[in-house]
């Protein structure tokens, strides 16, 4: 008996996907739990695993289809079997068509040898080709296309890796001719491209300007959006303060120290900024909120937003009741998030609902900047690096560690003095950070 594979419905806000990459075409045979397709969320990615063993009798979609959720992509049966009842309303084939097209998909022989001679272009790809070749520098003007309508897919990037073709991240932006690459293992660098251009010839022309337009992914839509809403609709103000970090680096020394010892986590400087700010939060109710145009929803416990870079780009997975965790499971709980996020495989249902966010730019030496809040959220805290500062002891200039700390609230749904000291006693927690484990 034939059975319908259809896109599953990944979280309830989500309405389709994206199919990445297909694993299996019509007419090959399919054991249970293998891997049928993988696609892709605003947020997340997922494959699709076969819930029974059989053939392939039809494909409904190709890659890079934006799919509705609930709505047939192929059949597994067995050979001969009718599957005009599974194709989706909107199709426009034939159940006769559906069958002349697996027949065509039958013939096609797929080229398995990479030519090293260029393409006349990159031509189109699909996101997980191109997830790949960002990561590996794989030289897509040499790349020969084995998908649907001359697509570039995974398979042809990881060809164009094995055989060392790849171009130096100097030489990439400048790589418009495919050119023998004189680097190692045949890359591409910079003084293979054309040789500078004198002011003379510069001048005597007006060249064409060359440029790649690439789609933007469904995850930079949503991010840009959101932002947009948020710049466009909120009235929001950052300030800015610092703290002594002394005692918390200490702090952080100690328990990095006998975290073997302890049974601890690897308690991180982000854990410890998390957990002070969960706990100070319980203060500041306009903070711990959302506004809703017509109402503020104020929220019981602290569910902490943790701004995290990704390859896809910028996910907030959420750690729900952080006040009420442990320093060392409020570490535990935010690695597990951020790792789920980084992967692409979190759940759609821990992206949202986040009462307030943190964000992390210190590790790349930010000493100040203005965090975006994620609407409708009332507030954002920024963790910037850690610089020296000079401060009067007994008279007597003394240097010390600070951290800095950016927060942006809404104007709307508070004022500046409460948003004040709000920060100044997520400073005084952090500052003295021992006392606040006695709390």
């Given at each position: 008996?034939?059975?319908?594979?259809?896109?599953?419905?990944?979280?309830?806000?989500?309405?389709?996907?994206?199919?990445?990459?297909?694993?299996?075409?019509?007419?090959?045979?399919?054991?249970?739990?293998?891997?049928?397709?993988?696609?892709?969320?605003?947020?997340?990615?997922?494959?699709?695993?076969?819930?029974?063993?059989?053939?392939?009798?039809?494909?409904?979609?190709?890659?890079?289809?934006?799919?509705?959720?609930?709505?047939?992509?192929?059949?597994?049966?067995?050979?001969?079997?009718?599957?005009?009842?599974?194709?989706?309303?909107?199709?426009?084939?034939?159940?006769?068509?559906?069958?002349?097209?697996?027949?065509?998909?039958?013939?096609?022989?797929?080229?398995?040898?990479?030519?090293?001679?260029?393409?006349?272009?990159?031509?189109?790809?699909?996101?997980?080709?191109?997830?790949?070749?960002?990561?590996?520098?794989?030289?897509?003007?040499?790349?020969?296309?084995?998908?649907?309508?001359?697509?570039?897919?995974?398979?042809?990037?990881?060809?164009?890796?094995?055989?060392?073709?790849?171009?130096?991240?100097?030489?990439?932006?400048?790589?418009?001719?495919?050119?023998?690459?004189?680097?190692?293992?045949?890359?591409?660098?910079?003084?293979?491209?054309?040789?500078?251009?004198?002011?003379?010839?510069?001048?005597?022309?007006?060249?064409?300007?060359?440029?790649?337009?690439?789609?933007?992914?469904?995850?930079?839509?949503?991010?840009?959006?959101?932002?947009?809403?948020?710049?466009?609709?909120?009235?929001?103000?950052?300030?800015?303060?610092?703290?002594?970090?002394?005692?918390?680096?200490?702090?952080?020394?100690?328990?990095?120290?006998?975290?073997?010892?302890?049974?601890?986590?690897?308690?991180?400087?982000?854990?410890?900024?998390?957990?002070?700010?969960?706990?100070?939060?319980k203060n500041h109710k306009d903070l711990n909120a959302h506004y809703l145009d017509d109402k503020m929803r104020y929220f019981n416990s602290v569910n902490l937003g943790v701004a995290v870079d990704t390859e896809r780009g910028?996910?907030?997975?959420?750690?729900?009741?952080?006040?009420?965790?442990?320093?060392?499971?409020?570490?535990?709980?935010?690695?597990?998030?951020?790792?789920?996020?980084?992967?692409?495989?979190?759940?759609?249902?821990?992206?949202?609902?986040?009462?307030?966010?943190?964000?992390?730019?210190?590790?790349?030496?930010?000493?100040?900047?203005?965090?975006?809040?994620?609407?409708?959220?009332?507030?954002?805290?920024?963790?910037?690096?850690?610089?020296?500062?000079?401060?009067?002891?007994?008279?007597?200039?003394?240097?010390?560690?600070?951290?800095?700390?950016?927060?942006?609230?809404?104007?709307?749904?508070?004022?500046?003095?409460?948003?004040?000291?709000?920060?100044?006693?997520?400073?005084?927690?952090?500052?003295?950070?021992?006392?606040?484990?006695?709390?």
């Amino acid at each position: 008996m034939a059975t319908v594979v259809i896109m599953p419905r990944q979280g309830q806000s989500v309405e389709s996907c994206v199919i990445t990459a297909f694993n299996k075409k019509v007419g090959d045979t399919v054991e249970k739990g293998e891997v049928l397709f993988s696609y892709e969320t605003d947020k997340s990615s997922f494959d699709e695993p076969a819930s029974v063993s059989g053939k392939i009798l039809a494909i409904f979609r190709e890659e890079g289809d934006d799919v509705p959720c609930l709505e047939n992509v192929l059949v597994i049966g067995e050979e001969g079997e009718d599957v005009s009842a599974f194709v989706p309303k909107k199709e426009e084939e034939s159940a006769t068509a559906v069958e002349e097209k697996k027949e065509e998909v039958k013939e096609v022989k797929v080229e398995t040898a990479v030519s090293v001679e260029a393409t006349s272009g990159v031509g189109s790809i699909s996101p997980r080709a191109r997830i790949l070749a960002d990561k590996t520098h794989a030289d897509l003007l040499k790349a020969v296309p084995t998908g649907p309508n001359g697509r570039i897919i995974e398979r042809d990037v990881q060809r164009l890796v094995d055989m060392g073709l790849t171009v130096s991240p100097a030489a990439k932006q400048e790589y418009t001719q495919s050119v023998e690459g004189s680097g190692i293992n045949g890359k591409v660098v910079l003084q293979d491209l054309n040789k500078p251009l004198t002011a003379e010839e510069v001048l005597s022309s007006v060249p064409a300007p060359e440029y790649e337009d690439v789609k933007l992914p469904n995850i930079r839509k949503v991010i840009a959006k959101s932002m947009h809403a948020s710049l466009s609709t909120m009235a929001q103000l950052t300030l800015n303060a610092s703290f002594d970090a002394t005692k918390l680096m200490a702090m952080r020394a100690s328990l990095k120290a006998g975290a073997e010892a302890m049974g601890l986590n690897n308690i991180t400087l982000n854990d410890m900024v998390l957990f002070a700010v969960s706990r100070v939060l319980k203060n500041h109710k306009d903070l711990n909120a959302h506004y809703l145009d017509d109402k503020m929803r104020y929220f019981n416990s602290v569910n902490l937003g943790v701004a995290v870079d990704t390859e896809r780009g910028l996910l907030v997975p959420t750690v729900f009741n952080a006040d009420r965790l442990s320093l060392n499971e409020m570490s535990k709980v935010t690695k597990t998030v951020i790792k789920e996020a980084q992967s692409g495989k979190i759940n759609p249902e821990l992206l949202k609902n986040a009462s307030f966010t943190v964000t992390n730019l210190g590790s790349l030496g930010v000493e100040s900047f203005t965090p975006v809040i994620n609407p409708p959220q009332t507030g954002i805290l920024g963790v910037c690096t850690i610089v020296r500062k000079i401060k009067q002891v007994n008279g007597q200039d003394v240097s010390y560690p600070a951290m800095g700390l950016s927060l942006t609230f809404d104007h709307r749904a508070l004022d500046g003095a409460p948003a004040a000291k709000f920060l100044k006693e997520v400073c005084n927690a952090l500052e003295n950070f021992d006392l606040l484990l006695t709390k």
